[in-house]
């Protein structure tokens, strides 16, 4: 994997690059749709690849309990089983083993985790070892290292001993020897505290990764506090390195995050929303998340969900229709208000890499309403310090 | 509406013909996906489109009930409203009427029917009339005739009442004013019985509508029933008509029907059927349902659900990763086998019509599975009588 960075905004730091991996070659910023199962929830592969997407997120643990990924390796890997030939990601399957142990269903040892799955209730143990052998198997292009999620309302105590499993863990990653075509990201944990996660990173920047994470942003923490972390730790990462931000977000959190300097993004959140019927939308005072279910929206047989969006769902529907759909709970609607997030995350992502290139960034965040005259720059000033 | 009967099969009575709306000419035999509340369950337009459905049928009591009849005039009527630009037939609304009244919840009088709605639990008043009103507000370009649709086990008495009083009704249909670009079908009845059959229809073809359908032909009855009476009906219609056989069906439906003199069909079971995980598959017997769960299919990396098969699904994923997906709950797979599944009706109409004109229709029907030698070719022998 060679990673190239292009051009840097000097007022913002934001950075344009290019991820050269094994299936393909990834422009950064970049947005990755979440494909838990295999699959992103209700959008073929067809219509993921005409939105431009150029990679996508594959769960270690689903794909680990079932179908197994000693299958998907007979399959011949992820790209084969699942026919989507552009690069894959692998989370570690930490995120959802932990999210065991908040539940009481899980037992944290230092050499790992012992959890009961959810579909059968047998027993597993997880561990550095075992998640760099099964996202072998998967055989992902960027495999991300095993590492220990706090909940965000851990002690300081208990953050500090997450960070330290972690570096320790993800040395054991990095001794594992992977595929030729995969790299192994590493995850800079340290919660709310700030020398936490500077400790953290240090360590792990000590290994030399081809890439790093920023993880337990998306865990709990306000937004405050994800927009600090963020701000902070972004330009302390290497600046030669791809820096990911995990499951972020929204438009607003990828604008202020490119802001920040990060580089890759994946969330759920597209996919999602659309089953409760939400949207992204932009306004005058910046991006919101609106319900299709809108009064307004009833009779309106002449706009779309979202003005002047050139996403396909934008180009033929009008939020009447929509909305019919959604309160007759017809599935097509699902995947009709997936495309216009999904599409406007992946396009947010590209207008802000060619703002970057063609040095008018700061413009175009202003008028995407962060860094906007009506929030005084504050933002603006938070992110160069 | 013009229709061009193009050729005959001699030796079947198969035919292909030119169906001219104003949305756009249809090639029959065709068959039409329902978007019931307009949208074929979980499969966006685009696809229908690229499947190449060439007409679909919407349902004016799910219409009627919501969003309303009114609001979709005003949006312009069904193409405008939907973004289906190509024709739509819609059903009378009789048929789920009636469906009332076999669970309590209507009162059949001489002039319509009394109901309460599924949704709001309103008391509607639905005769031939408000019927036509409905589906003129709607802009369908084929309107069904208002019907009564008798339980398949009625007895003779109650369908001869049936075939009376659909003969008034359709006669107060034909006396009301469309739009000029809609044409009325009426539909045949007389369930089981040859002579009550061959009166609906004699009291029909006087009328000498645009087009005909044989209506009750799957509401409960036997597949040898619905054989029989096709085979015995099918050829009584008009020539120079279009028949639609209404319901239908499976592949082997319609090799049977079009086999039979029937030119459209209609049918929920492509879509209804992938939420079950069942999909059209031809073996050398002949076409049949299967399950996408069989055990062969776990670990088929190497063979699309059904061999040699064109469509998007086959042309793309695996036996085991479909099973896979379905396993898992996985949405995306109702659309990958509908899109299967719809294809395959799709392809099979256009695959007879194609044979029809080509002169080699018997043949074609042979290589799939009716009038085959292990038929000893009895249907065959039936068709022709």
Avoid at 220 to 240: F, K
Avoid at 348 to 364: G, H, S
Wanted: glycine share 8%; with cysteine; proline share 5%.
């Amino acid at each position: 994997m060679k990673f190239t960075l292009q051009k840097v905004c000097p007022k913002t730091g934001a950075r344009a690059g290019l991820l050269e991996t094994e299936h393909g070659v990834i422009e950064t910023p970049v947005f990755m749709p979440v494909a838990t199962k295999g699959s992103v929830r209700g959008i073929p592969w067809e219509t993921i690849k005409e939105l431009g997407a150029q990679i996508v997120l594959a769960n270690t643990y689903h794909l680990h309990i079932r179908p197994g990924d000693k299958l998907i390796q007979k399959a011949g890997g992820l790209h084969k089983w699942s026919n989507w030939s552009g690069p894959f990601l692998t989370d570690s399957g930490g995120f959802q083993v932990f999210s065991f142990a908040r539940r009481g269903k899980a037992k944290i040892m230092d050499s790992g985790v012992t959890f009961k799955d959810d579909l059968e209730g047998k027993m597993h143990f997880m561990g550095p070892k075992e998640s760099m052998e099964i996202q072998k198997n998967l055989g992902s292009d960027i495999v991300m290292a095993f590492d220990h999620c706090p909940p965000a309302d851990a002690t300081r105590e208990g953050i500090d001993y997450s960070v330290n499993l972690t570096t320790e863990w993800t040395k054991q990653c990095m001794d594992y020897e992977l595929q030729s075509h995969q790299s192994l990201f590493p995850i800079v944990q340290g919660g709310r505290f700030e020398d936490l996660r500077h400790k953290s990173l240090k360590e792990l920047v000590k290994l030399d990764a081809p890439g790093y994470a920023l993880g337990g942003v998306s865990v709990g923490e306000s937004r405050e506090e994800v927009d600090r972390i963020v701000q902070t730790m972004a330009n302390e990462l290497p600046s030669n390195k791809p820096r990911y931000l995990m499951g972020v977000g929204t438009p607003r959190d990828l604008l202020m995050s490119v802001t920040s300097g990060m580089d890759m993004f994946d969330c759920i959140l597209p996919t999602r929303l659309s089953r409760h019927g939400s949207f992204f939308r932009k306004n005058p005072e910046g991006w919101k998340t609106e319900s299709v279910t809108q009064k307004e929206f009833t009779e309106d047989f002449n706009n779309p969900i979202m003005k002047n969006c050139q996403c396909p769902t934008c180009s033929q529907f009008s939020r009447a229709y929509i909305k019919h759909l959604f309160k007759r709970s017809e599935i097509t609607v699902y995947y009709y208000i997936a495309v216009h997030n999904l599409y406007t995350l992946i396009n947010l992502t590209k207008n802000m890499r060619k703002a970057i290139l063609e040095d008018r960034f700061v413009e175009f965040i202003k008028s995407n309403g962060i860094l906007g005259e009506s929030s005084t720059e504050k933002e603006y000033n938070l992110v160069n310090t």
